[in-house]
């Protein structure tokens, strides 16, 4: 059986009410103000050493940002990040409507946090750097793992370098 509302009364196809909201108005059919929230957008970077997270508006303004030591416990730490975040970010303002991850356990932190969408370091490095700085044609990574350098070309990843052999350790002297 179908529930379709009609908009105009709020009545359902078995006769219900429900509340609706008047989209012309923006206040629902009992008269009330419906607060129309801006949209955000979640990234969350969890590597070997730190993970990274930032909510962003649509125009790219930072509306939290929280940077902490993953210590072996992604997990762990992909949760109290978000925490971190939560504290920091006007729920009552701002919905999150996408969620992005990526790093080494990027696939993990996504099915934590139910991303739409999980992208490689190379790619978010590239697409995250030109947006805020669209003439930028190398890129320089020091990672816990391993260093990278990425070639870009129009805002597009065209080719990458990294070391072969687990460098552990090679952004320990930026920690210090």
């Known amino acids: 059986m179908s529930d379709k509302t009609d908009t105009q009364t709020g009545a359902s196809s078995d006769g219900r009410k429900d509340a609706q909201t008047n989209t012309s108005t923006g206040k629902s059919m009992n008269g009330k103000a419906e607060k129309t929230k801006r949209e955000a957008y979640l990234g969350i970077d969890v590597g070997s050493i ?5 909510i962003l508006n649509s125009e790219k303004e930072i509306l939290s940002s929280a940077y902490i030591w993953t210590e072996g416990d992604p997990i762990g730490a992909v949760k109290k990040l978000v925490a971190l975040l939560e504290e920091q970010f006007d729920k009552e303002a701002y919905k ?53 350098i990425i070639l870009v070309e129009n805002g597009v990843a065209v080719d990458y370098a990294m070391n072969t052999l687990c460098a552990a350790g090679t952004g320990a002297f930026l920690s210090s």
């Open 50 to 54: 730190s993970t990274k997270g930032v």
């Open 96 to 148: 999150i409507v996408a969620t992005g991850t990526t790093g080494s356990a990027r696939r993990l932190a996504g099915t934590i946090t139910q991303a739409t969408m999980v992208k490689n370091e190379i790619t978010a490095h590239a697409v995250g750097t030109t947006s805020f700085y669209p003439e930028t044609r190398t890129i320089l990574e020091i990672g816990g793992q391993d260093s990278k």
